[in-house]
């Protein structure tokens, strides 16, 4: 019978790090991980300079199986859990197995959505959040002519690089009528779709693909508006769906789009506990529950979940950022970048030198901003964030593109 005082699912960033945030403060309880894939952690952020050819692959890759036995933390990779009874604190594996815990942490992030698009199983469509994935596209790279890419976000623009860098050309289709949804407004719109056009990318916005072409391999997409797209090779970033199916019946509580946690990332159910991607936990600083979906949020929570597995009482408190630099731009989302959560909005841009910020209001506060090559504005931003300071005085002038946010007294 396997029996641990502490018990993980997922072996990624979060999952790993409460892991070993237990065992600095625990040198004998008994630790495991479960996690369904059969790598050690891996860094998911640095997929896209594999495939883009700058790390080599060995660079990915963040631990060795010897480093979880250095520190006695047993990992059951390629096991997955597929039940939970919370009440006899007993955790089913895929394998038949059954695992008794103490306390427990779900750190089981998530997948792309599933692609319900008539012809979805054909070869040739790629997703990108495993290294399997990775190497599948590095595998298939000698053949690929002509891409499309399907999405409008982040991930998307991982694709739109990848693609853009091996001189493949593309046409990138998106749902929505502009890319990053409602979070740009028009000089950011008008500067990202100039920069597709520069990197000679063809966009299709407003419509999305109705079936895949191609007998068993895809030679292109129909979409909803009858237009035809050709491409023989298809990236899709359409978002993440949470891994959760195992709650079923485990009387653990699910929100809106992940797991339920308070600001200790407990769920309801007491010494059962939630961090990275799939938390949707109590954001303090917001006042509402929500999930984030990046790296340093997934590391911080599994810090913060660890360290209330061993008796702590600490509150998750961090506001969330994704950056990356992709086509030539600077771009980082940082708080809450959703309008509808604004009571107003303010952006201000440089066309010439492709700069561009737009500020998220509510109650004379900042909530989020976006950035795109003002970077040098991060973290004075997230501190006005946390800190939830009043921008009445300089408000006014954060329209202004050479107004410096610096010159505010914090
Ligand atoms: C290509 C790519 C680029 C990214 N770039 C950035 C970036 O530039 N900046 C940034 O901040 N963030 C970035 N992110 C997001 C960031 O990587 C994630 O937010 C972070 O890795 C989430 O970590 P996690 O531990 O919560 O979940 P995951 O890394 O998803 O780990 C969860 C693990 O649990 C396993 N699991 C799930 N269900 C089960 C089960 N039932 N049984 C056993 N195991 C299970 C999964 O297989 C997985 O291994 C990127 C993500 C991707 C995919």
Redesign the pocket.
């Known amino acids: 019978m396997l029996h641990y005082n502490y018990l993980i ?9 409460a892991a070993e945030t237990i065992r600095a403060h625990d040198s004998r309880g008994s630790i495991a991980i ?4 059969p790598h050690m952690l891996y ?6 300079s594999y495939i883009k050819k700058r790390i080599s692959r060995e660079k990915v890759f963040l631990r060795s199986i010897g480093d979880f036995e250095a520190k006695n933390i047993v990992v059951m990779s390629g ?4 039940k939970i009874d919370s009440v006899r604190k007993e955790v089913f ?2 394998s038949g197995r059954t695992v008794f815990f103490e306390k427990f942490c779900i ?5 792309v959505e599933p692609w319900s698009v008539a012809g979805a199983e054909k070869k040739g469509i790629f997703r ?3 290294i399997d994935d ?1 190497d599948a596209i590095l595998a298939a790279l000698p053949e690929m002519r002509e891409a499309i890419v399907v999405g409008g976000g ?2 998307a623009l ?1 694709f739109l690089d990848f693609f853009f860098i091996h001189q493949i050309s593309t046409t990138l289709l998106c749902r929505n009528k502009n890319f990053f949804g409602t979070a740009l407004d028009g000089d950011g719109i008008e500067l990202i779709h100039a920069n597709f056009e520069k990197h000679k990318i063809n966009f299709m916005f407003g419509d999305e693909a109705k079936a895949i072409l191609g007998n068993t391999v895809v030679e292109g997409i129909a979409t909803k508006q009858d237009v035809k797209v050709s491409g023989d090779v298809i990236g899709l970033g359409i978002g993440l769906l949470r ?1 959760m ?2 709650l079923e019946g485990s009387g653990i509580e699910k929100g809106e789009y992940g797991i339920k946690t308070n600001e200790e990332l407990e769920t309801n159910v007491s010494g059962i506990f939630a ?5 949707e936990f109590y954001d303090t600083i917001v006042g509402k529950h929500h999930v ?8 911080l ?2 810090e913060i979940a660890g360290l209330n597995m061993v008796g702590q009482k600490k509150a998750f408190r961090k506001v969330p ?4 630099v992709n086509l030539g731009l600077h771009i980082t989302f940082l708080g809450e970048t959703h309008p509808s959560e604004a009571e107003e909005t303010i952006s201000r841009t440089d066309p010439v030198l492709h700069k561009y910020e737009r500020f998220f209001i509510k109650e004379d506060r900042l909530i989020g901003a976006i950035l795109i090559n003002m970077f040098q504005d991060k973290p004075l931003i997230a501190k006005l964030v946390e800190e939830r300071v009043s921008i009445a005085p300089f408000k006014e002038k954060l329209s202004k593109i050479d107004f410096d946010l610096h010159s505010v007294v914090v």
Do not use: C, K, M
Request: net charge negative; no cysteine; aromatic share 8%.
């Open positions: 699912i997922g072996g990624g960033i979060a999952g790993v790090t479960v996690s369904d894939e860094s998911r952020v640095l997929l896209p096991e997955r859990v597929v594996l895929a750190a089981s992030g998530g997948s990108l959040q495993t990775a982040f991930i991982e891994h199916e195992f961090a990275g991607d799939v938390a984030h979906g990046n790296w340093t949020n997934a590391f929570q599994g950022s994704y950056s990356l």
